[in-house]
């Protein structure tokens, strides 16, 4: 059997179309036990961070870097890193310590619901 043009752009298009739908119905809340984010540091998630600057007060940013949104991968105590290019952030407020961002993490919607805390993304 021989493929023709025509079936094979239909086939073409349809596999895009169904990896794109794919794609888009994620989920954009990540959530952990608030137990799980220690006081004076951060958790980092898939696609956020959420931190306890203090005892009971939590924030979550993305973890997509401001600078050229490389993941942010690691927790050095009050601040998380990006790793790909070294950029430093303050867990607090999200401001820039170290470049070469040039801005700060963006923030993200938190609710605590019980004893779990669910970050929404809006625009993953």
Known sequence: MTCSRRLFLIGTASTFAGAFLAACGRDPSEEVAKTEVPVGSAVILDRVIIAQPNEGEFI????????QFQKITQVQGDTVRCTAHGSIFSIADGEVLGGPAMRGMREISLREEGERLVATDTEA
């Open 60 to 67: 979550a940013y993305s973890a997509s870097c401001p600078h």
